[in-house]
């Protein structure tokens, strides 16, 4: 099983602050998806990303695959309230298996 | 409307008493499957479907047991449950597992938080 790091663990801005979350391991991924989990329900998919040097933006969230496909950050401009929650990153490598990083949390605070 | 539902929300139990937490999905899809997510360890999946009576194993399957004898649902059976296994557990499904397209989606259940006495 593939790991996958996920930084920083914690972070902490104010409202209006920029941000970005990174997703790196030392396996190569088939693809990359990006969830957004709050408090007391499931991830919710943000974003997948399959192709080498992708980037994808969905309204103030932008995201981007490594060029080798080994990494992917996710960045995020002029954060809101309702941005806080747990950021996690998950990757396949072919298999039929899913391997998720340990998640970000994210707290914007007015 | 689209939905992954799990039953129980909320669960406390004994230690040996066996218990099933049900999943169910409304959208054909193919893959199925189970996580528990633990503080400081993040998901982690358990066993995950295929099809139809196709299961395998993921990461953490010791002490549960599934099955998938209808497409729609895939319920994870605790036959003696352990306080090890106080989690937060979360069904998922998708069309398809090998997310090659942009528009792959995996969809969660709103979770089962089980507590092991």
């Known amino acids: 099983t593939q790991l996958l790091e996920q930084s920083p663990q914690f972070l902490s801005i104010q409202e209006g602050e920029n941000l970005t979350v990174y997703c790196n391991s030392s396996?190569?991924?088939?693809?990359l998806q990006w969830y957004r989990q709050e408090p007391g329900e499931g991830p919710v998919l943000l974003v997948t990303?399959?192709?080498?040097?992708e980037v994808k933006k969905l309204k103030r969230l932008t995201f981007q695959f490594g060029d080798a496909r080994k990494d992917s950050s996710l960045h995020i401009t002029a954060a809101q309230p309702g941005d806080t929650g747990l950021y996690l990153c998950?990757?396949?490598?072919?298999?039929?298996?899913?391997?998720f990083g340990k998640g970000t949390k994210l707290s914007v605070i007015p | 409307e689209a939905q992954v539902t799990q039953n129980p929300r909320y669960l406390i139990t004994v230690t040996g008493k066996k218990l099933t937490v049900t999943c169910s999905q409304n959208m054909n899809h193919e893959y199925m499957s189970w996580y528990r997510q633990d503080p400081g360890l993040g998901l982690r999946q358990i066993y995950y479907?295929?099809?139809?009576?196709?299961?395998d194993k993921g990461d953490v399957p010791e002490g549960y047991k599934v099955s998938r004898k209808e497409k729609r649902n895939f319920p994870l059976i605790l036959e003696s449950p352990s306080p090890n296994q106080t989690s937060l557990y979360f069904c998922a499904s998708s069309f398809r597992i090998q997310f090659t397209t942009s528009t792959d989606t995996q969809y969660f259940g709103p979770g089962t938080r089980l507590t092991v006495l």
């Open positions: 990303v399959v192709t080498g040097g």
């Open positions: 998950a990757a396949g490598a072919g298999s039929y298996q899913l391997t």
């Open positions: 396996s190569v991924f088939s693809s």
């Open positions: 479907s295929m099809n139809v009576e196709v299961t």
